[in-house]
DNA sequence: AAAAGCAGCAACCGCCGACTT
DNA sequence: TAAGTCGGCGGTTGCTGCTTT
């Protein structure tokens, strides 16, 4: 090539920093109806000023239905030691055996927690060492020391407890001789079981849920698996509101940045009214809001279903009690400048010409994660 | 009580490989 | 085969809250 990387996106147009629950609603609506097949496009479509990775590293770590949140068990910490000896700082790899967890809070793990912790033991180790040769310790998933299963405490918030120390053993374990002897990918295949098709073996969870690309896929999900995602929103914000957002076919009808003949073409061919993708109808939704899913077709009721089922999910309810929102909204989560809680809210760069919002408060899920600040002030948009 | 330092973590950046044209 | 696009990955940044002084 030699021209160098065009940028993924327009930097000066797209909205930066953190979140705000606005945002994560119309993306997850919008990819539970949708689909993403293109992260490109699809900030576009979805009607969100952010670039499409920004999107997808959003999704994938944060707003999966299956991300699992919360502290790491010392059996995952465990997992991840043992891994990260077998493959370095191949995250996503490590994720993929990790279900639920993701590559860039693995990461986050290794650099805070970890890494330090099996530092310090090194070196007292280390001191140790000199004075007695080292013990064979074989290395299991079940050889743990006693402060191994000590403070399991799933739920709790992530930080890890000084009496949640991870034991020598793993650090110890016969997996630095045999990285030393054996290939990596076969000390890997031992200890972890990895499938010797790496291609089979190494399903990230990125890549899992990358796979969920169609509607009829995603309406699959129960509710109940829905709830076990973090979308825990709160505040005054209008779930049927931004769910039409995402329905608007000015929305889904992408002006593409860069001249699009295919696009432009299909507009004049006028079959806008009858255009499908391979999942999404793009073009114009009549009333029925009619969309071609391969060979499914959702047809009005449920399109109201859909809408029904998220709202349900989402409950609206009554006012959150101001002492309980704070227990419920992530950290760092991007708050509207002048956010009031007890007044209706205006999406700043989604606002709705005629704002007959109606909004709801929506209760939260009862899993959101450790979160339990509050950021009154937004940073940059 | 205020300031400084530290730790945690969400998000961004840029590179790379796979895939398409 | 070259050029271009896109998704994915890993490194890094910078903001925030907590702890210490």
């Not at 465990?78 to 000896?85: A, D, G, N, P, S």
């Not at 089979?200 to 009829?216: F, G």
Request: aromatic fraction near 8%.
């Amino acid at each position: 090539m030699g021209k160098g990387r065009a940028p993924c996106c327009d930097k000066t147009q797209v909205k930066r920093g953190p979140w705000s629950p606005a945002e994560d609603l119309k993306l997850i609506a919008f990819i539970q109806k949708y689909g993403h097949e293109n992260w490109r496009a699809l900030p576009k479509q979805a009607g969100l000023m952010r670039c499409g990775k920004s999107c997808r590293l959003r999704w994938i770590n944060y707003l999966r239905p299956d991300v699992k949140r919360g502290n790491f068990t010392p059996e995952e910490e465990e997992t991840i030691i043992r891994l990260h000896k077998a493959l370095g700082n191949k995250w996503s790899k490590i994720a993929s055996r990790l279900p639920g967890r993701t590559d860039n809070e693995i990461k986050n793990v290794w650099n805070t927690h970890l890494k330090k912790r099996l530092a310090t033991k090194k070196s007292s180790q280390s001191s140790a060492d000199e004075s007695k040769p080292e013990s064979s310790i074989t290395s299991s998933s079940s050889c743990s020391s006693e402060s191994f299963f000590s403070n399991k405490r799933p739920n709790s918030p992530k930080t890890t407890t000084p009496g949640n120390e991870f034991s020598d053993q793993a650090e110890k374990s016969s997996m630095t001789d045999k990285i030393e002897q054996d290939s990596e990918k076969q000390v890997c295949n031992e200890l972890i079981g990895i499938a010797e098709d790496p291609k089979e073996s190494s399903v990230s969870l990125s890549s899992v849920e990358s796979n969920i690309v169609n509607t009829s896929q995603i309406v699959a999900y129960k509710p109940e698996q829905q709830l076990a995602s973090p979308l825990s929103y709160l505040g005054p914000y209008d779930v049927d509101s931004i769910l039409e957002e995402v329905d608007k076919p000015n929305h889904l009808i992408e002006i593409p940045w860069e001249s699009d003949y295919d696009f432009w073409k299909l507009l004049d061919d006028d079959s806008l009214g009858s255009f499908q993708s391979n999942e999404v109808q793009l073009g114009e939704f009549p009333a029925s809001q009619n969309i071609i899913l391969g060979e499914e077709s959702v047809q009005d009721d449920e399109a109201r279903k859909w809408s029904h089922d998220i709202e349900n999910e989402f409950g609206v309810v009554g006012e959150i009690k101001e002492s309980n929102k704070d227990h419920f909204l992530p950290k760092n989560y991007a708050v509207e400048p002048q956010m009031d809680h007890t007044q209706t809210f205006d999406f700043d760069d989604m606002t709705r010409p005629e704002s007959e919002l109606d909004f709801g408060y929506i209760q939260l899920w009862p899993s959101w994660p450790q979160n339990t600040s509050y950021i009154s002030n937004q940073r940059e948009t």
